[in-house]
């Protein structure tokens, strides 16, 4: 595939609905190396990934984490639909071709972890990017998979990080479309 930065930066989509076409290491590593090169202030290179491989053991345990999670936590009475939500949560997790979780470092100041927080959104766009040029949908969610306190110690975190994001990634033939409101209106000329 081979697009101009424009049109690839208006085509990419939020996608969550994936062939189960395998993602080679080489290109996990190729993505993951255009998030590393986000804009960042300080040098801080604040972005963590944590790469949950298909079939791994620790994603298995995440969506069982998550099963569980939603299971307490999604606000219907009916017993039959809270387990629905928790499995379809849990389903998605082990079958999406690759999972990663991005969390951000906290800076010395306030000031600069939200310097840090927005560079590593600058780094998941870059993923993003990189990844929809190659034929591949991301699906960015501070959902559930994030809400669950537990994922942290999962994926043993001891410090401080801050979650930002967790990514779903496949191929994908799904095209999407979107608008977004006219420059003119979210822009003042002086
Ligand atoms: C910080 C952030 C958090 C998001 N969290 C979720 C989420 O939890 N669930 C979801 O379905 N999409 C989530 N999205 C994707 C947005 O809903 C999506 O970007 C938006 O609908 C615009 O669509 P587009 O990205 O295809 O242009 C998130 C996006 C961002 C930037």
Redesign the pocket.
């Known amino acids: 595939m081979n697009q101009n930065i424009l049109e690839i930066i208006k085509n990419r989509?939020?996608v969550?609905k994936f062939n189960d076409s395998p993602i080679s290491k080489d290109t996990i590593t190729k993505i993951l190396e255009a998030a590393t090169w986000a804009p960042n202030h300080r040098s801080t290179e604040p972005w963590r990934f944590f790469v949950l491989e298909k079939n791994s053991k620790k994603r298995i345990e995440i969506a069982n984490l998550i099963y569980d999670w939603t299971y307490k936590n999604v606000k219907n009475p009916n017993t039959k639909r809270r387990k629905a939500s928790a499995l379809s949560a849990k389903q998605e997790i082990i079958d999406v071709p690759l999972f990663i979780y991005v969390y951000s470092i906290p800076g010395e100041t306030d000031d600069i972890t939200k310097e840090n927080y927005g560079a590593t959104?600058c780094a998941i766009q870059n993923l993003q990017l990189a990844s929809f040029s190659m034929g591949i949908g991301v699906?960015?969610?501070?959902?559930k998979p994030c809400l669950c306190p537990e994922v942290k110690n999962a994926l043993g975190i001891t410090e401080n990080w801050e979650i930002i994001?967790a990514l779903y990634i496949g191929y994908t033939n799904i095209k999407?479309t979107?608008s977004r409101i006219p420059v003119n209106n979210v822009t003042k000329w002086l």
Request: a positive charge.
């Open positions: 989509r939020n969550r959104c699906g960015w969610s501070t959902g994001g999407l979107a």
